[in-house]
């Protein structure tokens, strides 16, 4: 993608025209360009041994966040729960995103989950995001940049440090007691994780045009580290 930005700038500065009809020329050429390539992980089957580890910019000592990611997953609804997102400490599921039994979105900070009926995840690429305040217990999902109702959910909690964040397995300890019927299958990208709740405008742009990809200052997607373990395919998808 930059080699192609590069490639079109060249062009731009050899054509020989006026000035203003060489910078009317470029920017429609960056224009058509298109976006950032971001990478995307592909779980093509349901096992209890196939997932990432995602390695965090800074420790998650949350008080506040966003969290987003993309998806599509062609698993129906009522045939089980899927794990979106996991990062749990030695005894806690600190922050699990869940797809539920019955298609509602379930977020889980410690303790009893909160749930929000919204449309169906399905087989074409969702944008979804999950915002949480601690002070308030605001909690907010966000489909394809349409927000849900807000709920009050675990009001001055914390998201405590010094756990594991896992994509395709809900892990029932540190790193490990995985549960095929709950992995995850489908693709997934963008994960990106905020330590404050994102104005609605901005991720309503974000789902809107995946051109301006924004990344997460406690999970920043473009360069968090990840460890595949099992069949994961990365792949890059040009946003
Ligand atoms: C998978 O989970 C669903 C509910 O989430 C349950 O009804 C079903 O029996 C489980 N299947 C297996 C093989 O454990």
């Given at each position: ?72 997953t062609e698993l129906k609804m009522e045939q089980r729960?899927i ?16 797809r539920?039994l019955?298609g ?16 169906p995840l399905g087989s ?61 299958v489908g ?53």
């Amino acid at each position: 993608m930059y080699q192609s930005l590069i490639n079109i700038n060249s062009v731009c500065i050899s054509v020989k025209m006026r000035l203003s009809a060489v910078l009317l020329f470029c920017a429609a050429s960056l224009t058509l360009a298109g976006g950032v390539s971001v990478r995307s992980l592909l779980f093509s089957s349901e096992s209890a041994s196939n997932f990432v580890t995602v390695q965090p910019q800074k420790p998650l000592d949350l008080s506040a966040f966003t969290l987003c990611l993309r998806l599509a997953t062609e698993l129906k609804m009522e045939q089980r729960e899927i794990i979106l997102f996991a990062y749990r400490t030695k005894y806690y599921d600190e922050l699990n995103l869940w797809r539920e039994l019955d298609g509602r979105i379930g977020l889980y900070l410690s303790g009893d989950g909160v749930f929000f009926q919204m449309p169906p995840l399905g087989s074409l690429q969702t944008h979804l995001c999950i915002t949480w305040d601690s002070l308030t217990g605001a909690t907010s999902v966000f489909m394809d940049g349409k927000k849900s109702l807000t709920k009050i959910y675990q009001k001055r909690h914390n998201v405590r440090s010094g756990g594991q964040i896992i994509i395709g397995q809900d892990p029932d300890e540190y790193l490990g007691g995985f549960d095929a019927n709950q992995s995850f299958v489908g693709e997934i990208s963008d994960i990106n994780l905020w330590s404050n709740v994102l104005p609605d405008t901005v991720i309503k742009a974000m789902a809107d045009n995946g051109n301006t990809v924004q990344t997460g200052d406690v999970i920043d997607w473009s360069v968090a580290n990840l460890e595949v373990t099992g069949q994961v395919n990365v792949v890059n998808r040009d946003m």
